[in-house]
C-alpha cells in the first residue's frame, strides 16, 4: 500500500453529507423508472446486469449504517489516501455479495427506499465517530468521502449501461470523488516532476523527477474530472484516452499508463 507523504486535503463534511443525499437520491429516481428490459442489460462491469449494478448501489451506502451498528475501534486505521489501495482485496467478495442482494431483493424501489431511510439517519453520527470498515478503521467523516467516489463511479457506470439514460453527477460529489482519486495517485507516485490537472477540481504534483519551480511545468497531464475518475479506476485504458484525445499529455515523465488504474 502506498504511503502518503503529504497530510489529506480536507472535505467539508456539510457539504459532504448534502452531495451524497443528493446524489443517492439521483441514482433512486433513476433506477425506479428503468425497464425490466434495462435492468437486465450487460454493463462495464464483467459479469454484472444494470439491476447487479443498481443493488450494488444501495451495498455502497449501507454500510454506512451496517458499521455504525458495529462496535466502535479504538482507532482510525486508514487515512483517506490509504483507502483506494485497500479495495482490491475485497473485489471478490463484493461482486458475490452484490448479485446476492439483486436475486434476493426484485422490487429495487424498496430496497432503495429502506437504504435510504437508514442512510439518512446514520448521517446525523458524529464525524470524529471510528467504524469498523472492512478495508479498515476510517472515522466516519473520512468513509463519507470515500461513498463520493462509489456514486460518482456507479453513477456513470448507470448512465454508459443504459442508452439515453443521463443521471447528473452532484457537483460537490464530483469534486471530491476526482481530489481523492487524484491525491491517490501523488501518494502512489510521489514527485514534483509532472502536473496532472483535472480542472476544476484538483490540481496536483507527482512522479520522481527535477521540480520544476516557476513557469510552465515540463510534464502535463490534462483531463476533464469523469475521465480523470475513468482512468483511476479502470473503466478506460491510458492509451485508449490518448487516442480518442480525452486526455493531453506532454512531457517525456507524463505518461500514466504504469500507475494507472489505482483501484480496480
Request: hydrophobic share 45%.
Amino acid at each position: 500500500m502506498p504511503t502518503a507523504r503529504k497530510r489529506a486535503r480536507t472535505y467539508d463534511s456539510v457539504k459532504i453529507r448534502d452531495a451524497l443525499k443528493n446524489q443517492f437520491g439521483q441514482v433512486r429516481q433513476a433506477v425506479a423508472a428503468l425497464t425490466p428490459e434495462q435492468l437486465a442489460l450487460d454493463t462495464r462491469l464483467p459479469g454484472w446486469t444494470v439491476r447487479d449494478l443498481a443493488a450494488h448501489i444501495t451495498m455502497a451506502v449501507e454500510t454506512v449504517s451496517r458499521n455504525l451498528a458495529r462496535d466502535e475501534p479504538p482507532a482510525p486505521e486508514l487515512t483517506l489516501l490509504d483507502w483506494p489501495f485497500a479495495t482490491a482485496a475485497r473485489a471478490g467478495d463484493i461482486a458475490d455479495g452484490t448479485r446476492d442482494l439483486a436475486a434476493a431483493h426484485p422490487d429495487l424501489d424498496a430496497l432503495y427506499a429502506r437504504t435510504e431511510e437508514r442512510f439518512l439517519e446514520a448521517l446525523a453520527a458524529p464525524g470524529s465517530r471510528v467504524l469498523a470498515a472492512r478495508t479498515g478503521a476510517m472515522t466516519l467523516s473520512d468513509y463519507l468521502v470515500t461513498r463520493t467516489v462509489e456514486l460518482v463511479v456507479h453513477t456513470d457506470d448507470l448512465n454508459a449501461a443504459v442508452p439515453g439514460l443521463d443521471i447528473p453527477h452532484d457537483r460537490q460529489a464530483l469534486a471530491a470523488c476526482t481530489r481523492l482519486l487524484a491525491d491517490a495517485l501523488a501518494a502512489k507516485a510521489p514527485g514534483g516532476s509532472t502536473e496532472v490537472r483535472i480542472p476544476p477540481y484538483a490540481v496536483v504534483q507527482c512522479v520522481e523527477g527535477p521540480k520544476h519551480t516557476r513557469g510552465t511545468p515540463p510534464n502535463v497531464v490534462e483531463t476533464d474530472p469523469l475521465t480523470w475518475i475513468r482512468l483511476a479506476t479502470g473503466r478506460l485504458g491510458w492509451k485508449d484516452a490518448l487516442d480518442a484525445a480525452k486526455v493531453s499529455a506532454s512531457g517525456e515523465r507524463a505518461d500514466l499508463d504504469g500507475l494507472l488504474p489505482l483501484m480496480g
